[in-house]
Structure formats: structure tokens, C-alpha cells
């Protein structure tokens, strides 16, 4: 069966210092993953995902995550994090073939200036 | 633009009450979903719908139903509401698996309905 794993319900982070929010998944399939962010009062948005081929995926607003199988991992990062990064991410991988996604807790990421 | 609208953003109701929360989409989309968000919990997955008057369970879907009539419509129905099924309520739609690859699992959410049971 799939699941998701987010490390730390909640990270803060500095005016352009790395973010990193960490995902780890489990999946008896080659998984697809994505990540998606929810800005306060807002539905979630797709940031990035993974289907298949190249493992370090690019998404929007400079963020980009890397599929790594020997670690079950789907770490996101930006380089530099900005104060409108602040939101929630959540990590998901996909169940079954309609479509429906498993998400994981969320991580709230929070920017001091 | 792709779009997924919730007809009500906030309600309040009181225990026991029926509750429908609506939820359309102009993309022709084959599936839609329902989820709840809970602080700390995340997105738990309630129905789905894969076709017009099919419906599948998810892992939540006790207390709740669901009704597909139209393609571009996914209800939400609460027949007997209840304090703990205060949440937000989000809707998604995803087009069907056999389309192209990059289309393939990726869900457009709507903005979320707020609820408040009494």
C-alpha cells in the first residue's frame, strides 16, 4: 500500500536560505509524486511532479524536488526561499489508476525576514 | 484556465442538519474527488468518481454521500451532520488516466469549503 511520510509538521526558514522539505513514500508500484501548495484560504496548486524519466524534476517559483528509489525519497528545495514561499506543501504519491492521490500531513513553512 | 469552483466557501450548520456542498468544473474532466483537510492530518480522501453516477469510496466515507449526475458535477452530501465532520472540504478533478502522460494524476483542487457544524 502507498503512503507519504513529511518530516517536521512545520520549518522555518530565513530571507534566502535553502529550503528543504523532506518526503519519503511507499509504494509496491514505480510511484508518481508530486508536490502541491496551499496558500492561506486558497486550494492547493501543483508546484512539480514526477512520472517518469529524469529524476530531478523542476517546478514552479524556483522550486524543484529529485526522486531518489534507493532512499524512497522526494525532498523539495529552493535555493533561496522568498517571503511569499511562505505556505503549506504537501507531498503525494498517486493510488490506483483513476487518479485519486494519498497526501502526506503537510509542512507549514514559515520565511523570517 | 482550468477550474474547479465550490459553491460555498464558508457555512455554518447546525448538528443534525442535511448538507450539500457543490462542486463544478469546466475542464471535462472524467474524475473528480472529495477530500477533507484537517490540521495535522492533511488530506484524507472521502469519494470519488471516475464517470457520470459512479462513485467509488475512499478512506473516510463514513457519515457521508456523494452524487455524480453530470460530468462537470461532484455533490457532497451530509445527511446527518455532525460536530466532528466540521472541516474544510476540498473538491478536485483529474482527467482520466488514459489521456496524455502529463495530464495523467494531476488533480486541479478548488478553493475549499469551510464548514462549521453546531
Known amino acids: 500500500a502507498q503512503s507519504v511520510t513529511q ?18 513514500y511507499s509504494s509496491s508500484v514505480p510511484p508518481y509524486l508530486f508536490w502541491y501548495v496551499q496558500y492561506p484560504n486558497q486550494g492547493l496548486q501543483l508546484l512539480l ?7 530531478l524534476v523542476k517546478g ?23 517571503m511569499s514561499d ?4 504537501f507531498c503525494a504519491v498517486s493510488k490506483g489508476s483513476q487518479g485519486n492521490l494519498i497526501f502526506g500531513k503537510g509542512t507549514k513553512l514559515s520565511v523570517k525576514p | 484556465d482550468v477550474k474547479v469552483t465550490q459553491s460555498s466557501r464558508y457555512l455554518v450548520k447546525r448538528t443534525g442538519e442535511k448538507v450539500f456542498l457543490e462542486c463544478v468544473q469546466d ?17 484524507r480522501l472521502i469519494y470519488f468518481s471516475y ?10 466515507p463514513e457519515g457521508y454521500s456523494v452524487s455524480r449526475e453530470k460530468k462537470e458535477r461532484f455533490s457532497l452530501i451530509l445527511e446527518s451532520a455532525s460536530t466532528n465532520q466540521t472541516s474544510m472540504y476540498l473538491c478536485a478533478s483529474s482527467p482520466a488516466v488514459g489521456g496524455s502522460i502529463s495530464g495523467a494524476n494531476v488533480l486541479t483542487f478548488g478553493a475549499g469549503s469551510r464548514l462549521t457544524v453546531l
Open chain 1, 60 to 82: 514552479i517559483n524556483g522550486f524543484e524536488a529529485e526522486f531518489k528509489k534507493s532512499e524512497t525519497s522526494f525532498h523539495l528545495t529552493k535555493p533561496s526561499a522568498h
Open chain 1, 49 to 55: 511532479k514526477y512520472t517518469t524519466g529524469a529524476t
Open chain 2, 51 to 60: 464517470d457520470v453516477k459512479m462513485k467509488e469510496k475512499g478512506d473516510i
Open chain 2, 27 to 43: 475542464m471535462d474532466h472524467e474524475n473528480m474527488f472529495w477530500y477533507r483537510q484537517d490540521p495535522g492530518l492533511g488530506l
Open chain 1, 86 to 89: 511562505a505556505a503549506e506543501y
Open chain 1, 7 to 24: 518530516l517536521g509538521s512545520h520549518v522555518s526558514v530565513s530571507e534566502g536560505a535553502l529550503v528543504l522539505l523532506r518526503c519519503n
